[in-house]
């Protein structure tokens, strides 16, 4: 009796996950096994925890996180809360959304090193503002917008502030409008229309792009070192994690400092996330078709 070889069914895709799972091994997973291993063997010894007890004992190191949280937190505030009324206002298709989204897209193609040099051509002690300010008789004593906190700070809102909007828009022109039409033949204003129909549906996306906005500002280097003051005010937790790795050459300490940083970014997006809970908790579909 001869047999016959029955076709084997093979999924397309199939061929794609091995692949997939050796980038995200080598790419990810590989680096961050690496350095927690080496966080825990301490360059001059001492067991370990050696180095996880020099950083939060150390007056240098562990108030670097305050500074960093009061540079992240305000910045991701700003963004966030500011990209919203700015992509209801162009949530229709219209050529302002296509201007202002092709505007705001100079400031991520540029990066934080350029805008850097460029808030310390405008915004400097001889920069156009200040002399503005100083010509127009607004403001008489010395305008200091960088070399300080303040100039961390907008440094990051301009930075991080297209990327907030440009996610917070995509949401937004996500949402049905009949939703909001049909709300307002009920007798709805437009204040109830945003906080019983937008919100609910824009908090998942809200959130994401919150926890994305906060790790982008958490990760702060280039303009805490060209607009900051990196050895007070603005001396970030990536300044020091570039200090122990470049200057003292202890590699176990910078990557403990790093796995500190990232524990820290990780304690706050999971408390991000598990507070949404609180403004919704109904289904989230809403989108147009």
Not at 54 to 82: H, Q, R
Not at 163 to 169: E, K
Not at 208 to 232: D, E, K, R
Request: charged share 10%.
């Amino acid at each position: 009796m001869s047999t016959v070889a029955l076709p084997v069914r093979r999924d397309p895709k199939g061929w794609l996950v091995t692949p997939a799972l050796l980038f995200i091994v080598a790419l990810f997973i590989y680096p961050f096994a690496y350095g927690l291993v080496l966080s825990f063997t301490p360059m001059n010894g001492g067991g370990v925890l050696a180095n996880y007890i020099t950083f939060f004992t150390d007056t240098s190191m562990w108030p670097t996180i305050l500074v960093t949280l009061k540079l992240a937190v305000p910045a991701t505030v700003i963004n966030v809360g500011v990209s919203v009324p700015v992509a209801f206002a162009l949530r229709r298709n219209s050529p302002y959304q296509k201007f202002v989204t092709t505007l705001l897209v100079i400031p991520v193609t540029l990066g934080t090193v350029l805008i850097a040099d460029g808030m310390l051509t405008y915004f400097g002690p001889n920069g156009w503002f200040p002399q503005a300010l100083q010509g127009l008789h607004l403001y008489t004593d010395e305008v200091r917008l960088t070399h300080n906190y303040w100039g961390v700070l907008i440094s990051l809102i301009v930075s991080g502030f297209p990327f907030a909007f440009l996610l917070t828009l995509s949401y937004v022109t996500g949402i049905d409008p009949t939703l909001a039409r049909a709300a307002a033949t009920l007798g709805a204003s437009p204040w109830q229309q945003f906080r019983q129909i937008y919100l609910p549906l824009l908090m998942p996306g809200l959130t994401m792009t919150a926890c994305l906005s906060f790790v982008q500002a958490f990760s702060v280097f280039p303009s805490a070192v060209l607009l900051g003051a990196p050895a007070g005010p603005t001396r970030v937790i990536s300044i020091a994690a570039a200090e122990a790795a470049f200057e003292s050459y202890d590699y176990s300490l910078a990557s403990t400092i790093a796995i500190i940083m990232g524990f820290v970014q990780l304690l706050v997006v999971g408390g991000m996330l598990s507070a949404r809970r609180f403004f919704y908790t109904g289904p989230v579909t809403g989108g147009k078709g």
